[in-house]
Nanobody
Framework: QLQLVESGGGLVQPGGSLRLSCAASGFTPNFYTIGWFRQAPGKEREGVSCISSSGESTNYADSVKGRFTISRDNAKNTVYLEMNSLKPEDTGLYSC???????????????????WGQGTQVTVSS
């Protein structure tokens, strides 16, 4: 049993920055791989970034590489997504997901994850 709660979303101007948090609770959350996904209105959900349980392996979508950074603090049971140089096309509902023991050797896909948070809205607009 694992619970995930996202926070940190909001309205920002293009070029701005935002940090999202994914707080995990339940049994041994530190053993879980965490992925960030987003879904814009009228579009399919897409993978943004994922991080292994140890934090040693990460991956990013090409559209966010160099602008977003994923990290985790296992002592706080929290995974972060730092977003810089935000663009209007980054707008969407951002959700985190967890799967126990999932290896990170490529960008994670939603079908690999069994536990999901309810999401936090990110809107980039002038």
């Amino acid at each position: 049993q694992l619970q995930l709660v996202e926070s940190g979303g909001g309205l920002v101007q293009p070029g701005g920055s935002l940090r999202l948090s994914c707080a995990a609770s339940g049994f041994t959350p530190n053993f879980y791989t965490i992925g960030w996904f987003r879904q814009a209105p009228g579009k399919e959900r897409e993978g943004v970034s994922c991080i292994s349980s140890s934090g040693e392996s990460t991956n990013y979508a090409d559209s966010v590489k160099g602008r977003f950074t994923i990290s985790r603090d296992n002592a706080k049971n929290t995974v972060y997504l730092e977003m810089n140089s935000l663009k209007p096309e980054d707008t969407g509902l951002y959700s985190c997901a967890a799967e126990r023991g999932l290896l990170v050797f490529r960008l994670c896909v939603s079908q690999d994850f069994g536990s999901w948070g309810q999401g936090t809205q990110v809107t980039v607009s002038s």
